[in-house]
């Protein structure tokens, strides 16, 4: 008895070991399958990007809606600064060094404003590497830079808090020309141009311009990120884990092998055990 209650256990723990292989197989087949689609998405935001920069210049107005853009297309737009509408986007990193972006809207026409991400710098650190005063004239500017549909944003963990407006303290006004003083400036981590619209209770245009053309006494990067696309990354990952899926399916195969002589062996030890 004590015999062939020890088979049958074993043999179900046997069992129990080739579904757990076959549920792992399953799981790594999913993966891989998950990371071919990942790849898939890569290659057509890669299109995207590629079509975007390949397109003609636009000449961006009021009468510029989202249905005529493509994300990453080239345009040039001609407005008037509304520095005290400026503000801050913090945590944002370049070649791993903490950094802001300057945020301003550009006035196109009276009561129609489009957001503008002027350039990045670096975060201050301590006393050390402190944000400037920068100028800009107060009449019409023409910019170039590259479409996108929404600000990028960041992980967050809740809502953030409406901007608190600066009442123009971070600016001096001359004949001609605005000094900002970037240290003054309210700070967001992220923002949308409909919350924007809401706070400030103007219009703005449906998309957002990064600005690439430098002006005189720039002190901004202007490298602005883009998506990742390299989806030959994705492709390995996947490879990687239909071969774990291949090695489960072996390891299932060579149990089955083997069920048919353990089922043997025991039942030779059965009739010998009876037989004593």
């Known amino acids: ?71 990453w297309q080239r345009a040039t737009v001609t407005g008037s600064w509304r520095p005290e509408l400026s503000f801050l986007l913090d945590n944002r990193n370049l070649d791993g060094r903490p950094g802001l972006w300057l945020a301003t809207p550009l006035e196109l026409e009276p009561g129609r404003l489009l957001l503008v991400l002027r350039g990045w710098l670096a975060r201050p650190i301590g006393q050390y590497n402190a944000l400037p005063a920068i100028t800009a004239p107060n009449g019409p500017i023409s910019l170039e830079g590259e479409v996108a549909t929404h600000v990028p944003r960041l992980y967050s963990l809740g809502e953030e808090a409406p901007i608190q407006w600066m009442d123009n303290q971070a600016l001096t006004i001359r004949e001609g020309e605005t000094t900002l003083a970037l240290k003054d400036l309210p700070r967001r981590q992220n923002v949308s141009i409909a919350e924007l619209s809401d706070d400030l209770d103007q219009a703005f245009m449906p998309f957002v311009l990064l600005q690439t053309s430098a002006v005189a006494d720039d002190v901004f990067v202007r490298q602005w990120p883009k998506p990742s696309i390299d989806a030959d990354k994705n492709v390995g990952y996947a490879i990687q884990w239909f071969g774990f899926a291949g090695i489960a399916l072996v390891a299932i195969g060579v149990l089955l092998w083997r069920m048919p002589r353990r089922a043997k062996i025991v039942t030779v030890l059965k009739d010998k055990t009876r037989g004593n």
Do not use: C, H, Y
């Not at 004590?2 to 046997?14: F, I, V």
């Not at 891989?32 to 390949?54: H, K, P, Y």
């Open 1 to 71: 008895m004590m015999l062939g209650k020890t088979l049958n256990r074993n043999t179900t723990r046997w069992w129990l070991a080739i579904g757990f292989l076959l549920i792992l197989a399953t799981v790594f087949v999913s993966l891989g399958n998950w990371q071919l689609n990942r790849a898939q998405e890569r290659r057509v935001i890669a299109q995207t990007i590629t079509s975007g920069q390949d397109a003609s210049i636009l000449t961006l107005s009021t009468q510029s809606t989202l249905e005529g853009l493509l994300p």
